[in-house]
């Protein structure tokens, strides 16, 4: 089984920057896609950003683009995403996961996930 441990979350004021990391053990990390979603109470989990078990190809929700980057790092088995210019629409629970196909949008094709770690954003 894996496990995924995500940090990096708190209480920023808008257009400040975070960077989130999630960790992972238990598996080979560099044979999962993975992903960062994120969500806010009342509302479904959405899709944010992947990135391939290469790290060659990622791909964001439209609405971050430009300002949050995810990145990996397989020799520390811990992929990133760095969060640019935070607006308070970006407030929510960050998770994020691992997939034994080729990635997704869909949460529903991801296989684990981490526990979560809240951004706040004031304005």
């Known amino acids: 089984q894996v496990q995924l441990v995500e940090s990096g979350g708190g209480l920023v004021q808008a257009g400040a920057s975070l960077r989130l990391s999630c960790v992972a053990s238990g598996g080979t990390f560099s044979s999962y896609a993975m992903g960062w979603f994120r969500q806010a109470p009342g509302k479904e989990r959405e899709f944010v950003a992947r990135?391939?078990?290469?790290?060659?190809?990622?791909y964001y929700v439209e609405s971050v683009k430009g300002r949050f980057t995810i990145s990996r790092d397989n020799a520390k088995n811990t992929v990133y995403l760095q969060m640019n210019s935070l607006k308070p629409e970006d407030t929510a629970v960050y998770y994020c996961?691992?997939?034994?196909?080729?990635?997704?949008?869909?949460?529903?094709?991801?296989?684990?996930w981490g526990q979560g770690t809240q951004v706040t954003v004031s304005s």
């Open positions: 990135i391939s078990r290469a790290g060659s190809l990622r």
């Open positions: 996961a691992a997939g034994n196909g080729l990635g997704s949008s869909d949460p529903t094709r991801y296989d684990y």
